[in-house]
């Protein structure tokens, strides 16, 4: 497939390392030559210095024979005009965009092909709010992942000394929960390898453990693993930016929140947004103001700015002063490694969890969901089956007769899916309606047509070997 990808920031540049490991022929446009052959000496991919919104530099990208544009520019204006131009004027049969602002994200209108003809519209900052108010949920958790709608939960703790589950053997796990409630360990990470899931296997102190249960488990299932922490009640939001404000107007509500931002005009802005949250003028790494505002009583402490230096400093002091978790995002992947696990609980790599929607549109066949797990290392899919057991490779098969590759695990099927079930927030967290049956991944568990599986792949190079599998031959109808 022939993609071509304008904007060359965190997230271009993470969408063009997911799509061009999976054999397509990728072109990066973007006004920073410098960015570009940066892009270019680590990637298998051409680029083009330029104008995005502009034909001449579209045409000089290839657009002409494009499969694919995705824009992702940091200007929603010359992301639209991107789109406008590949459908009238090149005729390129999806078209994707980023987009922050509101107004074109609340008015669907707006990007029909009679308009902006976007496909496919993605906006970042949401869903970056949405996956912290995953974390906030789950305190206990590194990582909180939804499939099928939010019909089963991947969770993400570290084992801790006496976990009942910590020393013992995974299939352990079966005699720990309750007889009408299942759970399966997805995968390990041991001291940042891969560790094979196994019956045997068996659990470390500092292990990262990814548990899969349906929604309604996932809590008593994380139990056997992590001290379970008390609810957050009170959180402090360090910068008001985009993220900052979705973050606290998604929060206020439910949680007493208070937004520092170091921009006075900014700061009077968000004020005026802001129902319940308190917004105060001041820096973040202003040891003084911190204990000022009682920094050692919070729950939840999230450095959100732009900046990913401030946020490591910030979140770092915010620990040091009592703070009883922090979570920072950070956009340099060396950054994240480094400094995750010490004063900073979780790093948060904005480009790599909010690319995981786009991906799944992109991606050949029917992919339902795609998550990317320890900061793009890893992903974990839902694809369904089609076909029988004559044209497909997996539908009629027990797992155990599907020719896997190595480092692949099959950790769940969702059965007679309804797309029309509901999840929605409440006090209390999460509500599900919950419609499909859940069925833990067993070796002898037989994969059924229109199954939602959710597949665990430790390397991110596997998932096109999975896609191929699932692949239904020419003879179905």
């Given at each position: ?37 940066q ?8 680029t ?17 024979d ?35 602002s ?77 007889v009408d ?17 196994k ?5 470390e ?83 003084e ?44 992947r ?29 991606r ?7 998550h ?39 950790a ?17 967290g ?14 002898d ?5 229109d ?27």
């Amino acid at each position: 497939m022939k993609v071509i990808i304008l904007g060359a920031g965190q997230v271009g540049a993470s969408v063009a390392e997911g799509l061009v490991s999976e054999e397509n022929d990728i072109t990066v446009v973007d006004l920073d030559g410098a960015r570009l052959a940066q892009l270019q000496q680590r990637l298998d991919l051409r680029t083009v210095t330029g104008n995005a919104a502009t034909p001449s530099t579209l045409r000089r990208a290839g657009i002409d024979d494009a499969d694919m544009i995705i824009a992702v520019t940091q200007s929603d204006q010359a992301n639209l005009v991107a789109c406008k131009l590949a459908q009238n004027v090149f005729n390129v049969p999806t078209r994707i965009a980023r987009l922050r602002s509101r107004d074109f994200l609340e008015d669907q209108t707006l990007l029909t092909t009679d308009n902006f003809a976007v496909d496919f519209a993605l906006c970042p900052e949401q869903v970056i709010t949405d996956y912290i108010r995953r974390l906030i949920e789950f305190p206990e958790a590194l990582q909180v992942l939804n499939f099928a709608g939010g019909r089963v939960s991947l969770v993400a703790v570290r084992a801790y000394e006496g976990g009942a589950l910590v020393g013992r053997p995974i299939r352990a796990l079966r005699e720990l929960l309750p007889v009408d409630m299942d759970a399966r360990v997805a995968a390990i990470f041991r001291r940042d390898q891969p560790v094979a899931p196994k019956g045997d296997t068996v659990v470390e102190i500092g292990d990262e453990v990814f548990l899969l249960a349906a929604a309604e488990n996932i809590r008593p299932v994380l139990h056997q693993l992590r001290r379970m922490l008390n609810r957050v009640e009170r959180i402090m939001i360090a910068g008001g930016g985009n993220i900052g404000l979705r973050l606290a107007k998604s929060l206020e509500a439910h949680f007493q929140i208070k937004l520092l931002e170091r921009d006075r005009e900014r700061a009077e802005l968000l004020a005026n947004e802001l129902d319940e949250a308190l917004v105060l003028l001041g820096d973040a790494t202003d040891e003084e103001l911190l204990e000022q505002e009682n920094i050692s009583e919070m729950d939840l402490f999230l450095a959100v700015t732009n900046d990913d230096e401030d946020n490591i400093m910030a979140g770092s002091l915010a620990k040091r002063l009592g703070c009883k978790r922090v979570v920072a995002l950070i956009n340099r992947r060396a950054y994240a490694d480094m400094i995750e696990g010490g004063p900073i609980d979780i790093g948060i790599s904005p480009a790599h969890v909010s690319i995981g929607t786009l991906l799944a549109y992109v991606r050949h066949g029917d992919v339902a969901e795609v998550h990317s797990l320890r900061r793009g290392a890893a992903e974990a899919l839902e694809i369904v089956a089609h076909g029988d057991r004559k044209t497909s490779k997996v539908v009629g098969r027990r797992i155990d007769e599907i020719d896997w590759p190595r480092g692949v695990t099959v950790a769940a099927v969702v059965r007679d899916f309804d797309e029309a079930m509901v999840v929605g927030q409440s006090d209390e967290g999460t509500s599900i309606t919950r419609h499909g049956k859940v069925v833990m991944a067993h070796h002898d568990t037989v994969i059924e047509v229109d199954d939602h599986v959710i597949i665990f792949c430790t390397r991110k190079k596997l998932v096109k070997k999975v896609e191929r599998l699932f692949q239904v031959g020419f003879h179905f109808l």
